[in-house]
């Protein structure tokens, strides 16, 4: 599969800098997940560890480009959520995983060439681990490198992001998004592009698995329990049923646009009774209660609290 082409400048802007020589000991790869950060880190570091690369690009055949497919390559280690002694998965990276990998990077490349190890999702270490990891960044090893990957780079702590050569992975112009979309077969490609917020690897994945649906319904809901009609339990058993969190996400973006249709004077779609301040804090309180879904509280009842503000 050839590379979307948001990503041309960063690669060669990246091979740039290993023809001079001038590969820093730690990269930190950041910006919304979707834009194929992962898939285009791996194509790097498979170019980077091959034996015979042509233009940066891994020949696949070499026994460096074999052991990487087939993820054994000795000098390429990826760190992410461990297992706990009960068998569950953690939601962090903690202190103990980080002196691990500092402790094989301090050790010679078994082929020679370069090590590489990958902190995938680096903003997952706890403070501990961010700081052991910082020891290691201060005293990097030679054709050492480390790549942190992050979605959100921000909870990154600020010690850890300096000392690392950042690669910011932008949303892309929505006229390149539309057409990779099509050359992706995606049907209904401004909907979904519009949809995942401009993200075209979101509005990918979401045309393929019913979102565009989803955000119809969740218009509708909205718009009917505006005028009245419609009843709250209903909606919310149909939003908790099937990705609750994105349906949240539509009705943040719905409630959005309405604000934006009141303040243009057009008719607004959802025909809300809320007033401009009304629509700004539903919108919040719905961002709000996204992130709630993933903790403790119930569900219907976030929902249900959410729900009761909207008219
Ligand atoms: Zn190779």
Not at 91 to 103: F, G, H, K, N, Y
Not at 180 to 209: I, K, Y
Not at 257 to 285: F, K, M, N, T, V
Request: with cysteine; hydrophobic share 45%; proline share 5%.
């Amino acid at each position: 599969m050839t590379a979307p082409p948001w990503l041309a400048e960063h690669w060669v802007r990246l091979q740039a800098r290993v023809q001079r020589g001038a590969l820093p000991h730690a990269l930190l790869l950041c910006g919304p997940a979707g834009l194929g950060k992962r898939d285009f880190l791996r194509r790097f570091v498979r170019g980077l560890l091959c034996e015979r690369p042509r233009d940066g690009e891994g020949c696949g055949e070499c026994r460096s480009c074999r052991l990487f497919e087939a993820g054994t390559h000795p000098d390429f280690v990826t760190l992410g959520y461990a297992l706990r002694k009960d068998g569950v998965q953690r939601s962090e990276i903690v202190v103990d995983q980080v002196r691990e990998l500092s402790a094989r990077l301090a050790m010679a490349s078994q082929f020679g060439g370069w090590q590489v190890a990958v902190i995938d999702p680096a903003d997952a270490m706890n403070a501990a681990a961010a700081n052991a990891l910082l020891k290691t960044l201060e005293e990097p090893s030679a054709q050492t490198l480390l790549v942190l990957l992050a979605d959100a780079p921000w909870r990154l702590p600020q010690t850890i992001r300096s000392r690392c050569q950042r690669i910011e992975f932008q949303l892309p112009p929505a006229e390149q998004a539309l057409a990779w979309l099509a050359s992706q077969g995606v049907a209904q490609a401004a909907d979904a592009l519009a949809a995942a917020g401009g993200n075209p690897g979101l509005a990918r994945e979401w045309a393929a698995s019913g979102a565009l649906d989803r955000r119809q319904e969740v218009r509708k809901d909205l718009a009917a329990l505006a005028a009245g009609r419609g009843e709250a339990m209903a909606v919310i058993r149909r939003w908790l049923d099937s990705e609750p969190a994105q349906r949240l996400w539509f009705a943040a973006q719905a409630v959005a646009d309405e604000a934006r249709a009141q303040a243009a004077g057009q008719s607004p779609p959802l025909a809300s009774q809320l007033d401009a301040d009304g629509l700004q804090a539903w919108y919040a309180a719905a961002n709000r209660t996204r992130d709630a879904l993933s903790g403790p509280l119930r569900g219907d009842l976030l929902l249900l609290e959410l729900l009761a503000g909207w008219r």
